[in-house]
């Protein structure tokens, strides 16, 4: 199997602390977005990282997917339980993750627009979605050791992977301090190998 990655994507980081929690080998390919000799889109229409690249060369997109495939690859304990009540728990906390992902790209990408073409709005709107959904996350992990039922799961990998990349691209807004208890369990999160191993490189 073989991974469509960036280094700092934390979708992409998300597959990579999977596999490496499953002790599942992947054969990394980095790549670079938007290049004319991409092979991303020949796999993904949408155009997006990250892409599995499976071994009768169908492609797996997006996140969501590949790291669901990826669970099901290895016998034993699962990041996403069976349980119908704590799967829906886990991948709503992942919902989440992701869509706080997905306005802090929306806030880099506007930011590097020149100057007079930046909206102030669109930047608070976005902002605003960031800044709710750590609250929550922060109000529900509380006292806490894992997200959801007391096992470490994806939901647990997915805020870590979100926390990582807000730390790189929003890193004045000083979460750390706003939000104690998401602070107190990124620290946790990022001494697991796993998460060394992937730890996004500032550009
Ligand atoms: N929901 C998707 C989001 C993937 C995504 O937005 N990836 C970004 C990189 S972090 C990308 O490929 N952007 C290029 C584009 O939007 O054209 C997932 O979970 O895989």
Same mark, same amino acid.
């Given at each position: 199997?073989?991974?469509?990655?960036?280094?700092?994507?934390?979708?992409?980081?998300?597959?990579?602390?999977?596999?490496?929690?499953?002790?599942?080998?992947?054969?990394?390919?980095?790549?670079?977005?938007?290049?004319?000799?991409?092979?991303?889109?020949?796999?993904?229409?949408?155009?997006?990282?990250?892409?599995?690249?499976?071994?009768?060369?169908?492609?797996?997109?997006?996140?969501?997917?590949?790291?669901?495939?990826?669970?099901?690859?290895?016998?034993?304990?699962?990041?996403?339980?069976?349980?119908?009540?704590?799967?829906?728990?886990?991948?709503? =906390?992942?919902?989440?993750?992701?869509?706080?992902?997905?306005?802090?790209?929306?806030?880099?990408?506007?930011?590097?627009?020149?100057?007079?073409?930046?909206?102030?709005?669109?930047?608070?709107?976005?902002?605003?979605?960031?800044?709710?959904?750590?609250?929550?996350?922060?109000?529900?992990?509380?006292?806490?050791? =894992?997200?959801?039922?007391?096992?470490?799961?994806?939901?647990?990998?997915?805020?870590?992977?979100?926390?990582?990349?807000?730390?790189?691209?929003?890193?004045?807004?000083? =979460?750390?301090?706003?939000?104690?208890?998401?602070?107190?369990?990124?620290?946790?999160?990022?001494?697991?190998?796993?998460?060394?191993?992937?730890?996004?490189?500032?550009?």
């Amino acid at each position: 199997m073989k991974l469509l990655y960036t280094q700092n994507s934390p979708y992409a980081r998300k597959v990579r602390v999977v596999a490496l929690e499953k002790h599942l080998d992947l054969d990394l390919q980095e790549v670079v977005l938007g290049a004319e000799d991409s092979p991303v889109t020949q796999y993904n229409p949408l155009g997006k990282i990250p892409v599995l690249i499976l071994d009768n060369d169908e492609g797996l997109y997006d996140s969501r997917v590949i790291v669901e495939y990826l669970d099901t690859r290895t016998p034993g304990s699962r990041l996403v339980p069976n349980d119908p009540r704590l799967r829906i728990s886990v991948i709503r =906390w992942c919902a989440l993750a992701d869509g706080i992902c997905d306005a802090t790209i929306a806030v880099m990408l506007e930011q590097r627009k020149v100057s007079d073409q930046q909206s102030a709005s669109f930047i608070d709107k976005q902002m605003k979605k960031v800044e709710q959904g750590l609250a929550v996350l922060n109000e529900d992990i509380n006292k806490k050791k =894992w997200c959801v039922d007391e096992t470490f799961s994806l939901a647990d990998i997915a805020v870590g992977c979100m926390l990582g990349y807000v730390s790189l691209r929003l890193a004045d807004m000083g =979460w750390q301090d706003k939000y104690p208890n998401l602070s107190k369990h990124y620290t946790i999160l990022s001494k697991r190998p796993s998460f060394k191993e992937t730890a996004p490189v500032a550009a």
